[in-house]
Structures are given as C-alpha cells and as structure tokens.
C-alpha cells in the first residue's frame, strides 16, 4: 500500500499517519476475513463431497444388493435337491436370474463411467435433451411398470417439441 501526500511535499502528520494506520489495519482485516470465507468455503466444499459420496456409496450398495438378492434367491431355489422344478419354473427363474444380471452388468457400467469421468479420463459431451422424450423413455422402463402403477404424460404444446 502506498501513500502519497499530493497537497504537501513534506511528510504526513501523526494525525495523517493515525488515519493511514487506521485504513491499513481494514484492509488487512478485510483480506484476512476474504481468506478466512473462502478457506470456510472449501471446507463446506469437501463436507458437501464427502457426504454426497457416503450417500452415493450407500445408495450403490443398496442397488447392488437388491438384483444380488433375487440372484441369489433364484439359484439357490433352482439348486435344491429337494425340490423338482418343472421347465417353465426352471425357465422363468432363469429368466429373472439373466434381467438382474443385466441390471448388475449396468450398474457397473456406470460406476467405472462416473469413475472414468472424475479422475478426468472421459469427457462428458452435453447436448440437448428433450424432456418429453425423456420421461416416455423412462415411464416405459419394466420396473417401474407394474399392474398397479400407470404413467401418464402430459406437457404443455409448446414443451412437446
């Protein structure tokens, strides 16, 4: 910080340099009190990280369990000695065994694409979406339709386009 005293040449007054002491000791304040917000900042910055990451790795556990289980469940019935199952038994397990295996197949996928994308080997392409095709891709998807479930959509005319 520099000070000049354009209306004398001589030096500032006790009076001038209590005041100049006065507007150094602010700024300074003002700048360590910047530092101290942004250092406050990146510390709610990586609790945010941190607790979006528990959330994520307890929500994957979740959906990883759940295909796992019913994997699980159907081999383990298809592999009792006590039990004879006829074809159409044995073809629906099956059946159910081959989805879940699918939808494990797909969950690892994305995990190693989010992986991919954090430690920067992959490069996200934004392009745009469009929502109503979105959602009627979505409201199509198997699990989510059931016999007690019905999705109807419906979008303003000038959202459909």
């Known amino acids: 910080?520099?000070?000049?005293?354009?209306?004398?040449?001589?030096?500032?007054?006790?009076?001038?340099?209590?005041l100049l002491q006065g507007i150094a000791d602010y700024v300074a304040i003002a700048i360590e009190k910047s530092s101290l917000t942004r250092q406050?900042?990146?510390?709610?910055?990586?609790?945010?990280?941190d607790r979006l990451r528990s959330e994520l790795i307890s929500s994957v556990s979740h959906e990883l369990r759940s295909p796992l289980?019913?994997?699980?469940?159907?081999s383990t019935s298809l592999l009792r000695p006590d039990v004879k199952w006829d074809a159409d038994e044995t073809k629906e397990f099956?059946?159910?065994?081959?989805?879940?295996?699918?939808v494990l197949r797909d969950l690892i996928?994305?995990?190693?694409?989010s992986a991919k994308l954090e430690a920067?080997?992959?490069?996200l392409e934004k392009e745009p979406l469009l929502?109503?095709?979105l959602a009627r891709r979505i409201s199509r998807e198997p699990?989510?339709?059931?016999?007690?479930?019905?999705?109807?959509?419906?979008?303003?005319?000038?959202?459909r386009s």
Do not use: W
């Open 131 to 133: 929502i109503p095709q």
């Open 69 to 74: 289980t019913l994997i699980k469940g159907y």
């Open 1 to 18: 910080m520099v000070m000049v005293n354009i209306s004398d040449r001589r030096a500032f007054s006790e009076s001038d340099l209590r």
């Open 120 to 123: 920067g080997a992959m490069r």
């Open 40 to 49: 406050a900042e990146q510390a709610r910055a990586i609790y945010e990280a």
């Open 109 to 113: 996928d994305k995990l190693l694409q």
């Open 94 to 102: 099956l059946q159910v065994i081959d989805e879940k295996t699918d």
């Open 143 to 159: 699990d989510l339709n059931t016999k007690k479930h019905c999705f109807t959509l419906d979008f303003a005319p000038s959202f």
